[in-house]
């Protein structure tokens, strides 16, 4: 029976995330995110009139990374088993993630990848990550 991985891996760009887990062989989705859907709804609150040269596509993605680093926070609070995260986004979504990660959860953060692997299968994303860099052997 294979162990579970205390990793916390979390793929993210300015409207899709998701949580996987390494379950001995591969990586699993454990939780989605849409920025454009009802639970997680980041365009709700955008620009109003009075706010000069703002962007709501912008806001949207910064309020949907707010909420990514609070949806981290939530997980390591709830699952003691987690003793790692490893973070891949798009470089200015992942500046905005590690931005509002709490204290506690930064200092599990082992790595931070600029990448949008947003898009890259479950079966395929093992390769993209650098296993040895989270201190736990390859199977």
Not at 17 to 27: K, W
Not at 58 to 77: G, N
Not at 106 to 134: C, G, M, V, Y
């Amino acid at each position: 029976m294979a162990t579970q991985d205390p990793v916390l891996y979390a793929v993210c760009d300015g409207e899709k995330a998701r949580f996987l887990r390494f379950d001995g062989h591969q990586m699993r989705t454990i939780q989605r995110f849409d920025a454009h859907d009802k639970t997680t709804d980041a365009a709700g609150d955008v620009a109003s009139i009075k706010e000069p040269r703002s962007d709501p596509k912008v806001q949207v993605k910064e309020r949907f990374a707010r909420q990514i680093a609070h949806e981290i926070d939530t997980a390591f609070t709830a699952n003691s088993a987690l003793e790692g995260l490893v973070l891949a986004a798009a470089p200015h979504v992942l500046h905005d993630i590690r931005e509002h990660l709490s204290k506690v959860t930064s200092r599990k953060l082992i790595k931070s990848e600029s990448k949008d692997l947003t898009n890259i299968p479950d079966q395929d994303l093992l390769a993209h990550f650098d296993r040895p860099a989270t201190g736990w052997p390859k199977p």
